[in-house]
């Protein structure tokens, strides 16, 4: 099959799996406001989306300036349950301050969300597509790891989510049409079927275009005419 019927194929079925299984009671994926995403993705690093959906929900009401004015130490007690809740803190209020002095343009830039502290690539694309809807790939070790099995695209360097050209591929992958929805499909895809340990191939909507299902067949096959 070729590359670009592929991808298509994957979009489609990206998508698909959101409107009929993704996760839509996550808070962060109600919202289009920049800042509560970008909240919601400070919240969400090494942590799981069921420990920050509680803290998200008790500082989604509070604006920037609010965040600022509270004492650092109350703050690091509501994100206590997350673990790191000192350095998420200070963080947090760090950039509430950098959003009040743009008036809020930092959320809209790439290099300036990039340049906050915390705050690298994958947390960039995912509140400018969210929030503005800019195809950006949601680009973490679940996308990785799919992007490897369906297609074969794989990365050599020490750390393949700060690879390039592995990047590259990923921009690749978005639609320009309904990439949220895209994304999040991606996501709760990679967390339910195509999980690290056991990926359910056989229920799997994409199974017909997956390299790695296709060589799992082969050498079943081949094993079987032994
Ligand atoms: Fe993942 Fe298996 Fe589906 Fe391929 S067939 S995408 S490995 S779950």
């Known amino acids: 099959m070729q590359r670009a019927a592929k991808i298509h194929l994957f979009q489609r079925a990206m ?117 503005f809807g800019v195809p950006a790939p949601a680009m973490d070790t679940n996308l990785i790891r799919v992007m490897n099995r369906v297609f074969g695209w794989t990365s050599h360097r020490k750390r393949p989510r700060e690879d390039r050209k592995l990047w590259q591929c990923a921009e690749a992958l978005v639609p320009d049409d309904m990439p949220r929805e895209f994304n999040w499909g991606m996501l709760d895809f990679a967390a339910a079927i195509c999980t690290q340990r056991k990926p359910k191939c056989e229920q799997c909507p994409i199974n017909e275009i997956c390299t790695y299902y296709a060589a799992n067949r082969q050498v079943q096959a081949l094993e079987m005419a032994e």
């Open 15 to 131: 998508i698909t799996y959101w409107q009929q299984n993704g996760r839509h009671e996550l808070p962060w994926r109600k919202t289009t406001s920049a800042w509560n995403i970008l909240l919601a993705e400070v919240l969400l690093r090494k942590t799981t989306s069921a420990q920050a959906a509680a803290v998200y929900e008790s500082l989604a009401p509070y604006s920037p300036a609010e965040i600022v004015g509270m004492d650092q130490a109350a703050l690091a007690g509501l994100l206590q349950p997350l673990g790191i809740h000192q350095v998420r803190a200070k963080q947090l209020q760090q950039i509430a301050q950098a959003v009040i002095d743009s008036g809020g343009t930092v959320l809209e830039s790439d290099a300036a969300l990039r340049a906050l502290p915390g705050v690298g690539r994958y947390i960039s694309n995912s509140v400018r597509c969210c929030a």
